[in-house]
């Protein structure tokens, strides 16, 4: 065996402990960015360990090259149980309703707009084309702020709070806003919108527009995964029909996200249709859906739809409901009993801290 050969070899046999790793690490119940962070390539995992199985048995000596071809294969299966549920092949979470009444709808448009984005027009001319009833821009600062003034005449309710730190949002609504209000649930100029909107039918329901923190290999997620799981476990007990959508910064199969479901009841439209991967739009290969909306059981799904690039690094969703009499749908799992401790526990220490929000610097020189 040539020394190139042997080096070949020793990059796959670490590749293959690399795959290993980042599959076993989700398993733990560590709220850390090196461990959460392992969660979002499943996809890329799955694929990278199929290819390199037959290689490792090919080439490496038996009985080697057969333990570590099937070690691959088992991580490839792994993966693909976390994410089977969000292809054609699962049940369907979110049923779509019998009889489409367009006074009972809601259209949403959900958009990372990325705080260094320059490019308005593209989102603006989406907007109009689209026509959604509601549109929730994240990531906004004051010259956005000042751009979506274009759209005010088509939106006359309107929930604007820009921010320089990457975690400003806007809300614009042909529909009538009943009452909102601001919160930063947790941390420090993070903030999410609690807001209750009004159908055409004057049917009411809630509407949680939420950006929490990403998660960073070098620090823990509590701040991120308390607060998704906070926003949860409200929208369990809230009268009204609830709606989360916005940037969650977590994948749909990762273990916070699940946490999520489980406390509040509510249904994600990807299981049983597509990934609809919406980050990063600048790569055709390292992309992950984060960008969400679970919805209350009563809802049913009439459309949803990944959009055009608007110039970020998100690709905006458009999702359209209808509020029904009754729930409808597959019943998430019931919530566990370590679910509502981990969430206090992490909701307290993030109260009792004293930082910056995750990211805050990251856009500084804006282009």
Not at 66 to 84: D, F, P, S, T
Not at 170 to 185: C, G, K, Q, V
């Amino acid at each position: 065996m040539t020394a190139i050969s042997m080096i070949g070899l020793g990059l796959a046999g670490a590749l293959a402990a690399l795959l290993l790793l980042m599959t076993l690490l989700p398993f733990l119940r560590v709220a850390h960015g090196a461990v959460r962070s392992c969660d979002f390539p499943r996809l890329q995992i799955c694929g990278l360990a199929l290819a390199l199985a037959p290689v490792l048995y090919a080439f490496l000596p038996p009985p080697w090259g057969a333990i570590l071809g099937a070690v691959m294969l088992l991580a490839a299966a792994i993966q693909a149980a976390h994410v089977i549920r969000f292809t054609p092949l699962w049940r369907r979470q979110s049923l779509r309703p019998e009889h489409e009444d367009p006074q009972a709808q809601v259209s949403l448009l959900a958009a990372n707009v990325k705080l260094s984005n320059r490019a308005y027009d593209r989102l603006i001319t989406l907007v109009q084309e689209e026509a959604p009833d509601i549109v929730m821009a994240i990531e906004g600062d004051a010259d956005w702020a000042e751009a979506l003034a274009a759209l005010h005449p088509d939106y006359p309710h309107r929930i604007i709070h820009p921010l320089d730190n990457g975690y400003g949002m806007a809300l614009l609504s042909r529909l009538p806003i009943a009452e909102h209000e601001l919160r930063e649930l947790l941390v420090d100029k993070v903030p999410s919108i609690r807001a209750t909107i009004r159908l055409r039918n004057d049917s009411l329901f809630r509407l949680y527009v939420v950006h929490p923190e990403p998660p960073v290999p070098s620090q823990d997620t509590e701040g991120r995964d308390a607060e998704i799981g906070m926003i949860g476990i409200e929208t369990s007990e809230d009268p009204l029909p609830s709606v989360v959508a916005g940037d969650l910064n977590d994948v749909a199969w990762s273990l916070t996200t699940r946490r999520f479901q489980r406390l509040s009841g509510l249904l994600d439209p990807r299981v049983g249709r597509g990934f609809y991967n919406s980050f990063d739009a600048r790569s055709p290969i390292l992309r992950w859906p984060l960008d969400h909306l679970f919805h209350d059981p009563r809802f049913r799904l009439v459309e949803m739809r990944r959009l055009p690039d608007i110039g970020s690094d998100h690709f905006p969703m458009l999702f359209r409901l209808q509020l029904a009499p009754v729930e409808a749908g597959e019943t998430p799992e019931d919530a566990r009993a370590e679910d509502l401790a981990e969430v206090r526990k992490m909701a307290a220490k993030e109260a009792a801290s004293d930082r910056e929000a995750v990211g805050s610097d990251w856009e500084d020189e804006k282009s």
